[in-house]
């Protein structure tokens, strides 16, 4: 095998860098002497004190600039939580914005937010937010700033507004906080104001725009001892009820038209010492959760739906893996594959049903139980494991009046477990994940329809290359290895992630004897953190045999894939806009053949005016190149060159009526491509209510999309020419009652229509930018002389349908012409 990768360099002026933003003196927090009710109203003696936080800096819109408005934060504490009182003056009371909505559904309104570093580690916290209809906000932070809102802790919060503005209480139990245990404790802390008429943020300390790095500018809070983190159980039981009323054939028995099914069970949350959180559930509750977005899915990889139920979505943070350290992560075509995909606990059962008049058969395997414990091992080492078993699931079958039973979902435990460790100052950093499927199966045709087991092991981490912490070299290693009956195997292997059965692939081969299939991928990234200056390149490869979407998700296997690009970004406050960036990027993909499968030149651009209004435009172009999916198991097929034109543009987020647009188009060669508008407008006529609609047009055209498999045709598949058109909307309206109380009616209409034209199959052809010269070959092979060699070079197919070599096919009796 010979791998081809193709790496240009670039090179950059390094701008100077923005200058530091000092850290403010410790924050000193007070021990309470009488009780505080948390009423938003500063009227206990510990509000008035001398201690007052007040030296405030401004980050949008003029960076470093000092605030519109005043504010004082004090911080008291007693041996049960602590508690925060906040004085946010405004010189018009009646003009602060005030907006109810659910928890954690960031709406435009006037807020403030105090972040805590608890384990004082300047990389992980927590932060608490409350806007001033009293609507709470909540989350977790990790890698120096990134935010995870699913986290909800148990706390409080009260505003009142006077003739001065407004003020805020806050009580934050530690039962709530993970931290070491100490005499006198130190921990990180950091404020933050929102001015909502004024697009205003303000904090104590900021992290400029130029610049990486959040959590780690805070200053300390001090003056906190005699207390721990207490304990705390959390039990909360559930009921549900689903009713499904369907059409349904007459004389099914399974189905008369409606349905109702009662179900129950119980989630429960607990501190498990100072430093680690148990998570755990029985029939977990997702009552709550959002239908998945109606798609129409003619690829051959299946379509990402987001996570949305709340055991698995909350904490989820500890288990990202691969992209930790940096703050920037360019992809340009790459399938990064997401290592824990929890959709795959409870998804629909897997195995095909016997044929049968009737089947009754679950939409969705039972979890019998999670368990998930997150928090740190040792001051520097986080951890985090996920343990999960799914029940057996059978469908009910009648044919001729006799019923029957067929195993259609086995039982199943999923696992996951992950650490990552710091060294030095956060300079470094090392991680570790194992996740792990395994199946007990009953029947012997489930066996030959799933894997047995799949496990992965994978290293992550960070290496810092200078004492300023301006460039940084982050990414991961892992390997793969499924097992299962030879049968399954080979099934495996010529599925949408691997196409073994390719015949024209050299690095790999369709092997019917295998009982497992072992991989490997890696991808690392070189990112520039600091400056105006902006740079990032990643080299990254996954294996023919790579393959976690048993537990992970994963688009292909089979490539290698690097870029180089940079650019620029304007952080300063001018007369004409608040922020501009210009970006850049050449990208290249291969195949472990040595294939060219994608690549190109991409630039792109963010301009935010001083209004608030934005916008993004972006362009790429895409040489010739050929495509190793295109035929689903079948020969390489070009694809022609292609050109992306693409714009976003939205008006201020904080006005009453808020329009955004975004349109993109992909144009080939002979009328190819897709293209696509989305307008958008949200409404929000009164404080507690939100009218969304976003209509969406998408225009799709492809002179051979796949059709189907035809024994009779090249290489046994058919293909046409498609003209696909699809209109779509997502309509919302969010009416809060109260900060605990809100109504959702979520709609999404969705038409989509395919002409398959034009039906036709692969013709044998030697095609390639510099191969053989498009000419036609009679054989399977061609030769090519290169630059300073000759090399055999594998017959390619092309899927054009305007070329005298294309073979037309109908269906009925087989035929062959020329297209005129």
């Given at each position: 095998?010979?791998?081809v990768?193709?790496?240009?360099?670039?090179s950059?002026?390094?701008?100077?860098?923005?200058?530091?933003?000092?850290t403010?003196?410790?924050?000193?927090?007070v021990?309470?002497t009488?009780?505080?009710?948390?009423?938003?109203?500063?009227?206990?003696?510990?509000?008035?004190?001398?201690n007052?936080?007040?030296e405030?800096?401004?980050?949008?819109?003029?960076e470093?600039?000092?605030?519109?408005?005043r504010?004082?934060?004090?911080?008291?504490?007693d041996?049960?939580a602590?508690?925060?009182?906040?004085?946010?003056?405004?010189s018009?009371p009646d003009s602060i914005i005030?907006?109810?909505s659910?928890?954690?559904?960031?709406?435009?309104?006037?807020?403030?937010?105090?972040y805590?570093?608890?384990?004082?580690d300047?990389r992980?916290?927590?932060y608490?937010l409350v806007?001033?209809?009293?609507v709470l906000?909540?989350?977790?932070?990790?890698?120096?700033g990134?935010e995870?809102?699913?986290w909800?802790?148990?706390?409080e919060?009260?505003?009142h507004?006077?003739?001065?503005g407004?003020t805020?209480?806050?009580r934050i139990?530690?039962?709530?906080?993970?931290?070491e245990?100490?005499?006198q404790?130190?921990?990180?802390?950091?404020?933050?104001?929102v001015?909502?008429?004024?697009?205003e943020?303000d904090?104590l300390?900021?992290?400029?725009?130029?610049?990486a790095?959040?959590?780690?500018?805070w200053?300390?809070l001090?003056?906190?001892?005699?207390i721990?983190?207490?304990?705390?159980v959390?039990?909360m039981?559930?009921?549900t009820?689903k009713g499904e009323?369907?059409?349904?054939?007459?004389?099914d028995p399974f189905?008369?038209?409606?349905?109702?099914?009662?179900?129950?069970?119980?989630?429960?949350r607990m501190?498990v010492?100072?430093?680690?959180?148990l998570?755990?559930?029985v029939?977990?509750?997702?009552g709550?959760v959002?239908?998945?977005?109606?798609v129409?899915?003619?690829?051959?990889?299946?379509t990402?739906?987001q996570?949305?139920?709340?055991f698995?979505?909350?904490?989820s943070?500890i288990?990202?893996?691969?992209?930790?350290g940096?703050?920037?992560?360019?992809g340009?075509?790459?399938?990064?594959?997401t290592?824990f995909?929890?959709?795959?606990?409870?998804r629909?059962?897997?195995g095909?049903a016997?044929?049968?008049?009737?089947t009754?058969?679950p939409?969705?395997?039972?979890i019998?139980?999670?368990?998930?414990l997150?928090g740190?091992?040792a001051?520097?080492?986080?951890?985090?494991?996920?343990?999960?078993?799914?029940?057996?699931?059978?469908a009910?079958?009648?044919?001729g009046?006799?019923r029957?039973k067929?195993?259609?979902?086995p039982?199943?435990?999923y696992g996951?477990?992950?650490?990552?460790?710091?060294f030095?100052d956060?300079?470094?950093?090392l991680?570790f994940?194992?996740?792990l499927a395994?199946?007990?199966?009953?029947s012997?045709a489930m066996?030959?329809?799933l894997?047995?087991?799949?496990l992965m092991?994978?290293?992550?981490?960070w290496?810092?290359?200078d004492k300023?912490?301006v460039?940084?070299?982050s990414?991961?290693?892992?390997m793969?290895?499924?097992?299962g009956?030879?049968a399954?195997?080979?099934?495996l292997?010529?599925n949408?992630?691997?196409?073994?059965?390719r015949p024209?692939a050299?690095?790999?081969?369709l092997?019917t004897?295998?009982?497992?299939?072992t991989g490997?991928?890696?991808r690392y990234?070189l990112?520039?953190?600091?400056?105006n200056v902006?740079?990032?390149a990643?080299?990254?490869a996954?294996?023919p045999?790579f393959d976690?979407s048993?537990?992970?998700?994963?688009?292909?296997?089979d490539l290698i894939?690097s870029?180089?690009?940079?650019?620029y970004k304007?952080?300063q406050?001018?007369?004409?806009?608040?922020?501009?960036?210009?970006?850049g990027?050449?990208?290249?993909s291969?195949?472990f053949?040595?294939?060219?499968?994608?690549?190109g030149?991409?630039?792109?651009g963010?301009?935010?005016?001083?209004?608030?209004?934005?916008l993004?435009?972006?362009?790429a172009y895409?040489?010739q190149t050929?495509?190793?999916?295109?035929?689903?198991?079948g020969?390489?097929?070009?694809n022609?060159?292609?050109?992306?034109i693409?714009?976003?543009?939205?008006?201020n987020?904080?006005s009453k009526?808020y329009y955004y647009i975004?349109?993109?188009g992909?144009?080939?060669?002979?009328?190819?491509?897709n293209?696509?508008v989305?307008?958008?407008?949200?409404?929000?006529p009164?404080?507690?209510?939100?009218v969304?609609?976003g209509?969406t047009?998408e225009?799709?055209?492809a002179?051979a999309?796949?059709?189907?498999v035809?024994p009779?045709?090249?290489?046994?598949r058919?293909?046409?020419?498609l003209?696909?058109r699809t209109v779509?909307a997502?309509?919302?309206?969010?009416?809060?009652v109260?900060p605990?109380l809100?109504?959702q009616?979520?709609v999404?209409?969705?038409i989509s229509?395919?002409d398959y034209?034009d039906?036709?199959?692969l013709?044998?052809?030697?095609?390639e930018?510099?191969?053989?010269?498009?000419s036609?070959c009679p054989?399977r092979?061609c030769s090519?002389s290169?630059?300073?060699?000759?090399r055999?070079?594998?017959t390619t197919?092309?899927s054009?349908?305007a070329?005298?070599?294309?073979v037309w096919w109908?269906?009925?009796?087989t035929t062959?012409?020329?297209p005129?």
């Amino acid at each position: 095998m010979k791998t081809v990768v193709a790496l240009l360099s670039l090179s950059f002026v390094n701008a100077a860098f923005a200058a530091g933003v000092p850290t403010p003196p410790p924050v000193q927090a007070v021990r309470l002497t009488s009780p505080i009710s948390v009423d938003g109203v500063l009227s206990e003696p510990v509000w008035q004190g001398g201690n007052a936080v007040t030296e405030f800096r401004q980050r949008d819109p003029v960076e470093g600039g000092t605030p519109s408005q005043r504010t004082e934060v004090r911080v008291a504490y007693d041996e049960d939580a602590l508690y925060v009182g906040a004085r946010l003056y405004d010189s018009a009371p009646d003009s602060i914005i005030s907006r109810l909505s659910r928890r954690d559904v960031s709406i435009p309104a006037d807020r403030f937010s105090i972040y805590l570093d608890p384990y004082h580690d300047k990389r992980t916290g927590y932060y608490f937010l409350v806007n001033v209809a009293d609507v709470l906000f909540d989350g977790t932070l990790s890698n120096d700033g990134w935010e995870d809102s699913s986290w909800d802790g148990v706390w409080e919060a009260k505003t009142h507004v006077d003739e001065k503005g407004w003020t805020v209480e806050m009580r934050i139990p530690y039962s709530q906080l993970r931290f070491e245990k100490a005499d006198q404790y130190v921990w990180g802390v950091n404020f933050r104001r929102v001015v909502a008429r004024h697009n205003e943020e303000d904090f104590l300390v900021y992290q400029p725009k130029s610049e990486a790095g959040f959590v780690s500018r805070w200053p300390d809070l001090v003056g906190i001892q005699g207390i721990h983190s207490g304990s705390s159980v959390e039990l909360m039981p559930y009921a549900t009820s689903k009713g499904e009323f369907l059409q349904h054939a007459t004389g099914d028995p399974f189905n008369n038209g409606h349905e109702v099914e009662p179900d129950g069970g119980v989630d429960l949350r607990m501190g498990v010492g100072s430093k680690m959180t148990l998570n755990a559930t029985v029939n977990p509750d997702f009552g709550q959760v959002e239908i998945d977005p109606a798609v129409v899915n003619l690829s051959d990889v299946e379509t990402y739906f987001q996570e949305k139920r709340p055991f698995f979505v909350e904490g989820s943070s500890i288990f990202h893996f691969g992209n930790e350290g940096g703050n920037s992560y360019w992809g340009f075509n790459w399938p990064d594959p997401t290592f824990f995909y929890s959709r795959r606990i409870g998804r629909s059962p897997q195995g095909a049903a016997p044929n049968a008049d009737y089947t009754d058969a679950p939409i969705g395997t039972s979890i019998l139980g999670a368990a998930k414990l997150v928090g740190k091992i040792a001051p520097s080492w986080n951890f985090g494991t996920m343990q999960a078993i799914t029940a057996k699931e059978q469908a009910t079958l009648e044919t001729g009046g006799v019923r029957s039973k067929a195993e259609i979902e086995p039982l199943a435990y999923y696992g996951v477990v992950r650490t990552q460790k710091e060294f030095k100052d956060r300079r470094q950093g090392l991680g570790f994940m194992t996740t792990l499927a395994q199946r007990s199966f009953e029947s012997d045709a489930m066996r030959d329809q799933l894997n047995r087991s799949s496990l992965m092991n994978g290293m992550d981490g960070w290496l810092f290359l200078d004492k300023n912490k301006v460039w940084v070299i982050s990414g991961w290693s892992a390997m793969s290895l499924v097992s299962g009956t030879a049968a399954r195997i080979t099934a495996l292997q010529q599925n949408s992630l691997h196409y073994f059965q390719r015949p024209d692939a050299e690095a790999f081969h369709l092997d019917t004897d295998a009982t497992s299939l072992t991989g490997w991928g890696s991808r690392y990234w070189l990112n520039k953190q600091k400056g105006n200056v902006i740079f990032n390149a990643a080299l990254g490869a996954l294996s023919p045999k790579f393959d976690v979407s048993d537990v992970g998700f994963q688009s292909r296997s089979d490539l290698i894939n690097s870029h180089i690009g940079g650019g620029y970004k304007w952080t300063q406050t001018t007369k004409t806009h608040q922020y501009m960036d210009v970006l850049g990027a050449v990208f290249a993909s291969y195949n472990f053949d040595g294939d060219p499968i994608w690549g190109g030149i991409w630039s792109a651009g963010d301009i935010t005016f001083l209004n608030n209004w934005s916008l993004n435009p972006r362009i790429a172009y895409n040489p010739q190149t050929v495509n190793d999916r295109r035929t689903r198991g079948g020969p390489v097929s070009l694809n022609p060159p292609g050109v992306e034109i693409g714009t976003y543009a939205e008006t201020n987020s904080k006005s009453k009526f808020y329009y955004y647009i975004d349109t993109d188009g992909y144009f080939q060669q002979e009328g190819q491509g897709n293209w696509y508008v989305s307008p958008g407008v949200e409404w929000k006529p009164i404080s507690n209510l939100l009218v969304s609609f976003g209509p969406t047009y998408e225009h799709n055209v492809a002179q051979a999309a796949f059709v189907g498999v035809d024994p009779g045709a090249n290489f046994g598949r058919v293909f046409a020419h498609l003209d696909q058109r699809t209109v779509s909307a997502n309509i919302r309206l969010n009416w809060s009652v109260t900060p605990n109380l809100s109504v959702q009616t979520y709609v999404q209409p969705l038409i989509s229509s395919g002409d398959y034209t034009d039906y036709k199959a692969l013709a044998k052809r030697c095609v390639e930018t510099r191969w053989c010269g498009g000419s036609i070959c009679p054989a399977r092979r061609c030769s090519w002389s290169g630059p300073s060699s000759v090399r055999t070079r594998r017959t390619t197919a092309s899927s054009v349908s305007a070329r005298p070599s294309i073979v037309w096919w109908t269906r009925g009796p087989t035929t062959s012409s020329s297209p005129s």
